[in-house]
């Protein structure tokens, strides 16, 4: 086994990952983007476990699923609240926050 | 010989169904070129000798992850909002530049780096897992769960705030 290919594969997963969070305006989207971000790291931990011959990369792997889990379903409940208050299901489209005349300009694309 | 093939297939696939899914126009294909993926990716960490996260990934993700995110799908109905597809703009191309040069930079870095040969792969089963899961680490399973309760307790103060408005 080489180990340079498996790292090569988790990098690239990432930087799609990392595509589909920098590029996609959609909320769902973005947070599939995480996932396959999470998933490239997990990737990345499984391999090192294989290197070292040790459970400690599996164990870690776990403690990355619970807690994108946990995330995921706290950030998924977020997006549900905007939706039915603000109605909207685009990133760029959530700037109740935004501070609007001393910014200038239109506030989103 | 085999392993590296199915090695090299199974990376091909899931580099590919995570692409597709970065270019998908609905959700809901998005959702199914990610499912496609976390399968692979579960194949992979079979390979990668560990028989036990291979099976926690296929209940896990594709299990619960994505029943979630596909939930979701259903509740946000929105018949194509615009921009689904990146658009060629200025805020397509600064992201797309900063990308192209990390690609470029993972690209040097292998090919450049030295190649380590490992002697071969060992399965490490569920029961090394589970010793150093429940010996070593059991405090962050603890903690874990602490975290686990208090997602579960922000989900429903959330929704039930939801109800009442």
Known sequence: MV???????????FLIGLAMVLLRR?????????????NAAGLTAAAAGQYWQDSVGQI?????????????????????????????????????????????????? | MLWNGIFYVTSAIMLISA?????????????????TSMVAMAV??????????????????????????????TMLHRPAPRGYVPRM?????????????LLAE????????????????VSIGPKAVAE????HYLLIVEATALLLLAALVAVLYLSRKVEES
């Open chain 2, 89 to 101: 703009n200025r805020r397509f191309w600064w992201p797309m530049l900063l990308l192209l040069v």
């Open chain 2, 132 to 135: 150093e899961l429940f010996g």
């Open chain 1, 60 to 109: 870690l792997v776990l403690f990355l699923m619970t807690i994108t889990g946990a995330e995921l379903a706290v950030a998924l409940v977020l997006v549900y609240l905007a939706f039915r208050r603000l109605k909207v299901t685009e990133l760029a489209e959530i700037h109740s926050l935004q501070d609007a005349p001393l910014l200038g300009g239109e506030p989103g694309p």
């Open chain 1, 3 to 13: 180990y340079e290919p498996t790292l090569m594969t988790a990098a690239l997963l």
């Open chain 1, 26 to 38: 959609e909320v769902l989207f973005v947070l599939m983007g995480i996932e396959v971000m999470f």
């Open chain 2, 44 to 73: 992979l960490y079979y390979l990668l000798g560990g028989p036990f996260i291979s099976a926690l990934q296929v209940s896990l993700y594709v299990g619960a992850v994505l029943v979630l995110l596909v939930f979701m799908m």
């Open chain 2, 19 to 35: 692409l597709s899914a970065l270019f998908a126009r609905q959700p809901m294909y998005g959702g199914l070129y990610l499912v």
């Open chain 2, 106 to 121: 993972i690209a040097a870095l292998f090919a450049t780096g030295p190649q380590t040969v490992l002697p071969e792969i």
